[in-house]
T-cell receptor
Framework: AQSVTQLGSHVSVSEGALVLLRCNYSSSVPPYLFWYVQYPNQGLQLLLKYTSAATLVKGINGFEAEFKKSETSFHLTKPSAHMSDAAEYFCAVRSKAAGNKLTFGGGTRVLVKP | DAGVIQSPRHEVTEMGQEVTLRCKPISGHDYLFWYRQTMMRGLELLIYFNNNVPIDDSGMPEDRFSAKMPNASFSTLKIQPSEPRDSAVYFC?????????????FGPGTRLTVT
């Protein structure tokens, strides 16, 4: 079985500050990992993905995530928050054992303060 | 590409009525997914298709829900009869196997309100 835990349902950061969103996964086999972003009243948009190549993955809008197998983590970071980063972020896992199903975390809503 | 297209974007209906949500996946994609999003339960996978064939419908809440994919470019999710607890945002997503990753692309969603 696969599962995803996102620590913190809400995160508040100041504009220009570091954004750190935590994601831990559980998977019986090497997983594929994804971060999606959802802006208000929109669908989910892929930020980045880990596919067993480089452990540090760079995505769109200046975001990156690092896969750490020993910690079963895939935390999302951005060095400097922008007002436009205010959104909800979802971590997701897919393993071959689960077919083509994605399992999503509960989401983390990011508020950016000016 | 136009992306995944869903219609309607908003639907308001009365309890007991039939509701049909529609989805057009990205051309060439061979997987299609239906999700439901609520504050209480987050994102839930309802059903997914591969090459128009339902593969896993274990997330469909009950017999009032049904989904079809008559061809590669169209799918429907039907609720009959609808109930207030069905109020949610319903997303359709599609994917294509690329190096085994199966990256999913989401539509804008249909916000359903059942009164």
């Amino acid at each position: 079985a696969q599962s995803v835990t996102q620590l913190g349902s809400h995160v508040s950061v100041s504009e220009g500050a570091l954004v750190l969103l935590r994601c831990n996964y559980s998977s019986s086999v090497p997983p594929y990992l994804f971060w999606y972003v959802q802006y208000p009243n929109q669908g989910l948009q892929l930020l980045l993905k880990y596919t067993s190549a480089a452990t540090l993955v760079k995505g769109i809008n200046g975001f990156e995530a690092e896969f750490k197998k020993s910690e079963t983590s895939f935390h999302l970071t951005k060095p400097s928050a922008h007002m436009s980063d205010a959104a909800e972020y979802f971590c997701a896992v897919r393993s071959k054992a689960a077919g083509n199903k994605l399992t999503f975390g509960g989401g983390t809503r990011v508020l950016v303060k000016p | 590409d136009a992306g995944v297209i869903q219609s309607p974007r908003h639907e308001v209906t009365e309890m007991g009525q039939e509701v049909t949500l529609r989805c057009k996946p990205i051309s060439g994609h061979d997987y299609l997914f239906w999700y439901r999003q609520t504050m209480m339960r987050g994102l839930e996978l309802l059903i997914y298709f591969n090459n128009n064939v339902p593969i896993d419908d274990s997330g469909m809440p009950e017999d009032r829900f049904s989904a079809k994919m008559p061809n590669a470019s169209f799918s429907t999710l039907k609720i009959q009869p609808s109930e207030p607890r069905d109020s949610a945002v319903y997303f359709c997503a599609s994917s294509l196997r690329q190096q085994g990753v199966y990256e999913q692309y989401f539509g804008p969603g249909t916000r359903l309100t059942v009164t």
